[in-house]
Each structure stands twice: as structure tokens, then as C-alpha cells.
């Protein structure tokens, strides 16, 4: 690697590289490697873009870094950064350390961003009366907090006169009062126009004494939902809605509650006109609220930004401090991705699927689904994806990739349990499978289990269709027979007699090539049966080399193609799809594959299982087994002995040939006068 090294950087830094995942990369493990970056050739990164969202990496500080805020942050936006640090910091070191918080005798005091690095911290420390020479993250939360707790306090004492609420201090109490009853009372009141309109409507309009009388044999305390569901009252022609006597009983805690609203205190009852004077200025209070409340928050969004602009420095240098030594390890190598550290994995990785007995540790977030699935099989990895829902409703897709182990019983619509970063679990359902090879030992078995697939297919489908076939044959010949139990028709007989003698005529000629043809082939498997036989009965050896040949010729195409695809395995086409600009090979062989996917594993044990299937026992295994060995040796000997090969009879293919075309000739006779006979029937 030193020869790899001197070539590139013959004129410039001196760069170390090592194999990671397969593949050379550059090493970044210096502040003196950070503070190069700039004189790295763009060939050698491994990333040339990331998404801002999505990742497993605090936003903020990518957003710091998006310098045009397309969203995206390139190669020349990390140069950036590590130029910008390199003014600020006296020791880049300090970046490997990943603090969030930093001493001011480590910000330089020489150069314009460093001064007003120091200036914005000060500032911050004064305003939140802290007397330290350091400064952490959390100072810029809590300093941001309090302006904005100051702009609001200030902005309600300038705008506060501006409007007088309709009930004082009581204004929310009595918007909640008559908000919580509205549409309850204001179907009461409809309820008396329709008594007002049509008297006799009142016990329809009326709570029904059949719904009271379902309920009354129970505790009507857990029925409060259905009663709620009764009228707020019972409908009066005058019209006006009793305030304390009469009221529903799961509605009288919410009028005690509208009872204490100022226009109604000391009423028994109100008109509809009353409450929809209330309704208008509780409408009014609330459109006012939230005008106000949209432009208080916009004018503090917009003192809060103004604002932030004068401490930005220091913000984004704690940011840099924390998180930017993680960027490059997952940017310009994909160094915590190779690690397989819980602790310390790739940005892009965004939990763990347990399924089937596995646990995935490769899932990445989908942001396009389409797009995903449509490159996905360029990986030539074996991909689940999966729709995740959270306790909370939150949803989301991932894509997980199984890198180790069989297929067993994975297909689609299985349910599976997703813990991400945080370790919240989120229902996962298996929405598509990208079928590739997991493993050379997985491609082995490949080809039997995908011919015992189809031969149970095959059998399935068989049974179905003779049991189908049988029963319309049964209620064909059923209805047949009821048809014809008072109907012979004698033309039909004669003609179904002659259609049987044809048919007769017919199979003879056709089948009889065919017999010919059976007994060739059955003669050549019995001289390949012989010559078989030969060879196993030449040495005992041969016997291994015959069942060997076989294995090979079944399983080792599969295996070969998989040993092929595992070599050229990739995540880039992943990860491209979500948005990534992978400018290198992102290797996931056998080796580390086994590590990104973990099988159960159980302890040997001896028990006793009541419910367990009745094996065999093994002495009766082995004699099986030799009755079969022996049988095959039997017949491979005979065979090899006598050199028996079944030679068919010879068909008489003169004989054949003529019969049938005189009967041919006769045939258009005999149908004419079948014809015929069919055509005096109905005229009788």
C-alpha cells in the first residue's frame, strides 16, 4: 500500500490507504488528514453526495454544511467545512475527539472566524448569566429558548390592548364550555322546529323507550357512550333548552360547565337566540387567537432568525465538533459501516428486522419505493422490504438485507417486529422479496428444494383436477341418464356405434408407431441401465463416484452462479436509490455478510418431547438402506452378466397401413348413412 500512497501523492500530502470491505480506500484518521481533504483527489471518495433527510445523523448540522440548501451535501461542501475548521480550531485534532462542547483557549483568537466564534459565545453566556471560558451545544439551546420566551413576553405586551376578550380571564374557560355542548345543543334546537313544525313528532324526535329498555338490564355506568347518543333533552314547542333540570344524564357535567359562561348565570333556560349570540362572540375570540397567534409566531420566528444569524458561528462549530469526524468516516470511507460496532454503525443504517428466526442488521430507510425496487436487483443481494407502522401511527419503509443463512420460510405478507436506532419497535409486514443467492451453501440445496416445490405443485394440481374432472363426469353422466330415461334414439345409437368403430380403427393406427416408439426407448434404458451396471459392479469405489457426479451435475450449475453473484455482491445500487451518489464499490462478501445477519442458535439438548412425531429407529434405517443397496447390485449384475437389452416385437406396419385406409373409404359410406337415418328421425 506505501507504493499506492507515493504514486498518488508524489507532489502533495502524504495519504495512507488500506483495504476496507474489499476495496482500497483512503484512511482518515488525522486532524492533519482533515485539514488536506481539499488536496484529495475526487476519484478516491466513496460518497460524492448524501441526502440531507433520512439518515441516522443529526440534521442540523447537515443543514449547516448544505451551503446552497439543495438538500444535498457534496463533495466540495465537505471541503468546505474542513477549510472553515481549519481557521477556527488551533489543533484539528480536537475533531476526533467528537465533543459537543469546546474551551475557548481551542478557538483561535487570530483569524476573523475564530474572533467571531468567541464574540457569539460570550454573548451567549452573558445573556444566560453563565461565567465559564467554555461553551457546550446545550448553552445554544437553552439561550435560543429564553430569546424566544423574551420576544413572545414582549410582542403580547405590545399587542395585548389591542383586543379586549368578550369574558376576561374566563375567555378559554367559556370558549371550551360551549365548544365541548355545540353540536349537541344546536341538534336540540332542530329537534324543537320539528315539534313546532309537526306536533305528533314529539316521541318520535324523543328518546325511544325500546333503546332504554336494551340497556337496563345491565350497568348502565358502562353505557354511558350509547347514552350519550340520546337527545341533549326532551324537544319543547316553546323552544327553549332547560340549563339544569331535564338534561341527558351524560351531558349534565358539560352544562354545569356552559351554566357558568357570564350571559348564562342565573338562567334555567335559553332561547335559541341567546345561544347564538354566545356562539358569535366565542367565534370571535377564537379567530382572534389564532390571527394573533400566527403573527406572534411570525414575528418571533422572523427576531428568533435574525437572531440566530449573530450566534451561528458558534452553533455550527459545536455541531462540526460533534458530528463532523462521523460524516467522513461515512463519507469519504464507509469505515463504522465495516467496523460491525452496535455502538458505532453507518449513518445509513437505521435499525434491526427480526424475522424467521434472524435478526437483519443491514436496513436502510426506502425513501422511493419504486425507484428502490427497480435498481435493488443490481446488488445482487437477497432483499426484504418491509411497511413499518409505529404505536404512534408513524409509518415508513425499509429495505433489509439477508446475508447469511436460508430462505426457510420468508415470503410476502409475512409479519415481522423492526427495532430502530432508538430502540422503539415498529410493526413490519414484507411487502416484496428480491430474490439472489445468500449463500454457496444455500445454492445447494437451491435446485431439490425448488424440484420438491414443484413436484408437490404438480401433484396438487393433478389431484385437484382429477377430483374436479370425476365430479363433472359424475353429474354429466347423472343428467344424462335423467334425459334419457323416457328417450332412446336409435339414429343416435347406430351413429354413436359407428363414431366407436372409427375411433377403434383409428387408435390402432395411431398408437401403433407409438408402441414402436416406447419399446426403442425402453431398450435404450435398458442398455444404459446395463452399461450402469457395469460400472458400479467394476469397483466398489465407483459407487461414490456415480452419486458424486450426480450431486455435481445437479447442484453445481446453482452454486457456481451463486459463488459468482456473492463475489460481485454491492450495496451502492441500494443506497443509490435513496439518493446517494456511491462513487465506489460498497462490497458485502461471504466473509462479512455472515456478521450483518445472526441465526438462532440452540443449545444441545435431550428431551423428552410428549408430542414429538414417532421416528424410526436407526437399526431399521440401515436395513432399509441395505435392502437398496443390495437390490441395486442385484440388478447391475444380472445386467452386466447377461447383458439383457428388451428388444420390442416388431408391428406389422404393412398390415397396418392398408387396413385403415380401406376402412377410411368405407368410413364416408357408413356416415352418409348415418346422416341419413338422423335426418328421418325428426320427420317421423
Known sequence: MAKIANLISKDGYDWKFSTVGGVARVNIESGEDVA??????QKLWTVLSCPVKGLEFDERTLALMDLDGDGKIRVHEVVAASQWLKKVLVEMEYLLEGNDSIEFSAVSDTSDEGKQVLAAAKLILSSLGRDKQSIALQDVVDYLAVYEEKCKNEYTAAEGEAYEPPYGEGSDAAEAAVNAVRAKVEDYFMRCKLVQFDEDAAGALDVQVEKIAAISGGDLNANVAEISTYPLARPRKEGLLPLREGINPAWQGAMAALCGVADFEGKE???EEEWKA????????TAWKAAGETAMNEAIAAQVAEHAD????????LHYCRDYFKLLQNYVVFKDFYKRDDSCLAIFQAGKLYIDQRCCDLCIKVIDMGKSTASAGKSGMYLIYCHCTSKGGAQMDIVAALTDGDIGG????KNAIFYDRKGQDWDAVVTKIVDNPISVRQAFWSPYRKFGNWVTEKITKSASEKESKQFDEMTSKADTATTNLTVKDEGAAAEAKANEKKAQMFDIAKFAGIFAAIGLAI?????????????????WYNVIILVAAIVILISGPSMLLAWLKLRQRNLGPVLNANGWAINSNVKVNTTFGATLTSMAKYPKMVMNDPFAEKKMAWWKKCLIWLV???AVFVVGFKLTQHRWVWEPKPVPVAEVVEEPVAEEVAAPAEAEAVEAVAEEVPAE
Open 36 to 41: 488536506h481533504l481539499d488536496e484529495l483527489d
Open 269 to 271: 333556560s335559553i332561547a
Open 278 to 285: 354566545v356562539v358569535a362572540k366565542v367565534d370571535a375570540y
Open 310 to 317: 449573530a450566534i451561528a458561528p458558534v452553533e455550527r462549530l
Open 410 to 413: 420468508l415470503h410476502e405478507g
Open 523 to 539: 431398450g435404450a434404458i435398458g442398455g444404459a441401465l446395463a452399461a450402469l451396471g457395469g460400472f458400479v459392479m467394476g469397483h
Open 628 to 630: 437398496i443397496l443390495a
